[in-house]
């Protein structure tokens, strides 16, 4: 598989999840303090290495055609769940995910607290965010990684860029996260997870891939196809009989 | 975190994706064993995981 292919996969999985904890930690900053919303970061950051430490290598002793399998059907569902939202926002039958909004709200919420138990949960919000988005960047990171260690080398290369990116951006704009075009990241992460699930899953079973690796860029194409085809289609008015 | 909780973190609040998925699992497995080439098995797999999410997107949630 082509580790840059791979890297640039898990860049944009990780920097979504990046951009969601880095919306809280920001809200948690503002309203608070920010060596409040930093420590947290910090403690979760170090819970998630103790975590990632501990139970990663167990993945290594699952035989490579079972764990394609699984892993396969995990990104296949996760894709599905992730275009499936992406396809009706850009139909407009779902809202677009605000993170201004969010943002706003988590620092109403923070506010609207006691002052002498704020602190106790800014740090422990932040803590929550981080731990829970950071959880979710090293599965992806160790799935994508799966097939060697040189793929979980690219792949994990991939999140830490996007992390660090993210991170640069928050620091430098200390602005919410909304700016980022979140749906159109969806989408193409979408599309994306869906045709990684498909061929792992594929493979998991016993599919020999016409074109091998390469089936992946028709995959993606595919889907991409497929979607923009649905997007068409329930953007569409519906005709409403007299 | 109880299985409830992971599975709707996995696939979501969509009922028809999963069940087109475990549908194109099993025609893939039965492909895989009977069709002269297993990638009509792949190539099925994603048809009906495409349909599963055409389903998906017209369900009401």
């Given at each position: 598989m082509n580790g840059w292919t791979l890297a640039g996969t898990s860049f944009l999985a990780s920097a979504v999840e990046a951009v969601e904890a880095l919306t809280i930690v920001l809200a948690v900053g503002v309203a608070r303090s920010w060596p409040i919303a930093l420590r947290a970061t910090a403690y979760a950051l170090l819970a998630l290495a103790a975590i990632v430490a501990v139970f990663g290598p167990l993945l290594h002793l699952i035989p490579i055609d079972a764990l394609k399998l699984i892993v396969g059907i995990v990104l296949t569902l996760f894709g599905?769940?992730?275009?499936?939202?992406?396809?009706?926002?850009?139909?407009?039958?779902?809202?677009?995910?605000?993170e201004d909004v969010a943002y706003e709200r988590q620092i109403e919420a923070l506010r609207a607290v006691e002052e002498a138990q704020a602190d106790k949960i800014g740090f422990v919000t932040a803590f929550k965010a981080v731990l829970i988005e950071g959880l979710e960047v090293a599965i992806i990171?160790?799935?994508?990684?799966?097939?060697?260690?040189l793929a979980l080398g690219w792949s994990a290369a991939g999140a830490a860029c996007a992390v660090a990116l993210v991170a640069l951006a928050g620091l430098a704009l200390k602005a919410p996260a909304s700016r980022v075009?979140?749906?159109?990241?969806?989408?193409?992460?979408?599309?994306?997870?869906?045709?990684?699930?498909t061929f792992w899953t594929g493979e998991g079973l016993g599919v020999a891939w016409w074109g091998a690796d390469l089936s992946l860029l028709f995959l993606a194409v595919f889907y991409l196809a497929a979607s923009a085809v649905l997007v068409a289609i329930a953007r569409a008015p519906r005709t409403v009989r007299a | 975190m109880n299985i409830a909780a992971i599975w709707e973190f996995i696939a979501g609040d969509s009922r028809r994706a999963p069940v087109a998925v475990a549908i194109a699992i099993v025609v893939a497995?039965?492909?895989?064993?009977?069709?002269?080439?297993?990638?009509i098995a792949g190539v099925a797999f994603a048809c009906i995981v495409a349909l599963g999410l055409a389903a998906a997107v017209f369900e009401r949630t």
């Open positions: 599905l769940a992730w275009l499936r939202k992406a396809i009706l926002r850009y139909a407009g039958r779902k809202s677009v995910r605000n990171v160790v799935t994508f990684g799966a097939g060697s260690t075009p979140e749906n159109t990241m969806k989408f193409v992460v979408g599309v994306m997870l869906t045709s990684f699930g | 497995i039965v492909l895989v064993r009977t069709a002269p080439a297993s990638s």
